[in-house]
């Protein structure tokens, strides 16, 4: 099995930055991908960018420019920077892990105010 554990949430004025970060314990040499997806109130949780093993990365057309996904596997942590916040961007953030697991951390809240 894999635990994730996601922090870095917080409230933070429009124009800003925040930085999660998603720690990965158990075993964690049977994953393959990271991503992360968020869920705003009332809306299905959607993915935000996703990092491989190897290092690729992807993201959603909403937060291109804006959002960096990076992996430090020393630390078995993955991050994502998020600068620029939008009030759109406000939202429950999940890491989700995936390989012979597919694990999912417990959320962190990401309010932006206008």
């Known amino acids: 099995q894999v635990q994730l554990v996601e922090s870095g949430g917080g409230l933070m004025q429009a124009g800003g930055s925040l930085r999660l970060s998603c720690a990965a314990s158990?075993?964690?040499?049977?994953?393959?991908?990271m991503r992360w997806y968020r869920q705003a109130p009332g809306k299905q949780r959607e993915l935000v960018a996703s990092?491989?093993?190897?290092?690729?990365?992807n993201y959603a057309d909403s937060v291109k420019g804006r959002f960096t996904i990076s992996r430090d596997n020393a630390k078995n942590t993955v991050y994502l920077q998020m600068n620029s916040l939008k009030p759109e961007d406000t939202a429950v953030y999940y890491c989700?892990?995936?390989?012979?697991?597919?694990?999912w951390g417990q959320g962190t809240q990401v309010t932006v105010s206008s």
């Open positions: 989700r892990a995936l390989g012979i697991y597919d694990s």
């Open positions: 158990g075993n964690i040499f049977s994953i393959n991908i």
């Open positions: 990092i491989t093993s190897e290092g690729s990365t």
